[in-house]
C-alpha cells in the first residue's frame, strides 16, 4: 500500500511564496505521475499540475501557469509544488496524487492546508 504525505503548507499572506512537499513510500515512484490538486469547503477537488514520471512532462491549470512549478525527485520519491505569488484564492487544501496515466491504482494524500490572506 503506497502512502503519500504532504507537507508545507501553512499561512502566508498575498504575493509570498510556498513550497510543498508529497513523500511517497514504496519501490516504484519514477513509475508513476504524481499530480497535485486542490479543494476548498464544498467544492470538487481540482486539478492544479502533474509530473510525468521521469519528470519531463509537466501540466498546469491556467490560473496557476507561471506562478507554480512542480518537480520531482525520484531519488527521494517525493513530488514538490513550488508556488510563487500567492494570491488568496489560491487558498485551498492541497492533495497530491500518484497515479499511472493508462489507469490502475491511484494513491492520495491527506492534504495540506494552504492559506493566503490579503
Known amino acids: 500500500q503506497v502512502q503519500l504525505v504532504e507537507s508545507g503548507g501553512g499561512l502566508v499572506q498575498a504575493g509570498d511564496s510556498l513550497r510543498l512537499s508529497c513523500a511517497a513510500s514504496g519501490r516504484t515512484f519514477s513509475t508513476y505521475a504524481m499530480g497535485w490538486f486542490r479543494q476548498a469547503p464544498g467544492k470538487e477537488r481540482e486539478f492544479v499540475a502533474s509530473i510525468s514520471g521521469s519528470g519531463i512532462d509537466t501540466s498546469y491549470t491556467d490560473s496557476v501557469k507561471g506562478r507554480f512549478t512542480i518537480s520531482r525527485d525520484n531519488a527521494q520519491n517525493t513530488v514538490y509544488l513550488q508556488m510563487n505569488s500567492l494570491k488568496p484564492e489560491d487558498t485551498d487544501v492541497y492533495y497530491c496524487?500518484?497515479?499511472?496515466?493508462?489507469?490502475?491504482?491511484?494513491?492520495w494524500g491527506q492534504g495540506t492546508q494552504v492559506t493566503v490572506s490579503s
Open positions: 496524487r500518484q497515479y499511472r496515466p493508462g489507469g490502475g491504482n491511484t494513491y
